[in-house]
C-alpha cells in the first residue's frame, strides 16, 4: 500500500479519494450529486434515494419544496412563499436537512 492511499484511508476518504489517490481519477472527474431532490422546467419532479434515510418529516419539506418549483423555478420571495404554504416551517426544516444532508452516503 502507497503511502498516499495510507493518508486517504487515514483521513476516512471514501471511493473516490482513494480513486484519486492512484491516479484513475483526477479531481472533479466524479460530481456529487448534493441535492435530494430536484424539479425541471417541464414539472418533472426527480427525487434522490438518499431520501429515504433522513426523517419524514424532511422527505415532506423536501417534496413540498420541488412541488414549489412547479410554480415558481427559482428561489425568489415568491417561490419560498408557496413553500411556505405547503410546508410553513420550511425555515427550521432546510437548516436540519442542510446538516444532515452532510451525513447522507457519497454516491
Ligand atoms: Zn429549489
Known amino acids: 500500500m502507497d503511502a498516499k492511499r495510507r493518508e486517504v484511508l487515514k483521513t476516512g476518504g471514501g471511493v473516490l479519494a482513494l480513486a484519486a489517490a492512484a491516479g ?8 456529487r450529486k448534493n441535492t435530494v431532490g430536484s424539479c425541471s422546467a417541464s414539472g418533472r419532479i426527480r427525487l434522490n434515494w ?6 419524514p418529516h424532511l422527505v415532506d ?3 413540498a419544496h420541488e412541488l414549489a ?4 423555478l427559482n428561489h425568489s420571495v415568491r417561490f419560498w412563499n408557496v413553500v411556505a404554504t405547503l ?7 432546510r437548516r436540519e436537512l442542510g446538516a444532515l444532508s452532510k451525513t447522507l452516503p457519497d454516491f
Open 24 to 31: 484513475i481519477i483526477k479531481p472533479g472527474d466524479v460530481k
Open 50 to 55: 438518499r431520501l429515504m434515510l433522513l426523517p
Open 61 to 63: 419539506y423536501v417534496v
Open 69 to 72: 418549483h412547479r410554480r415558481e
Open 87 to 93: 410546508y410553513p416551517r420550511y425555515r427550521e426544516a
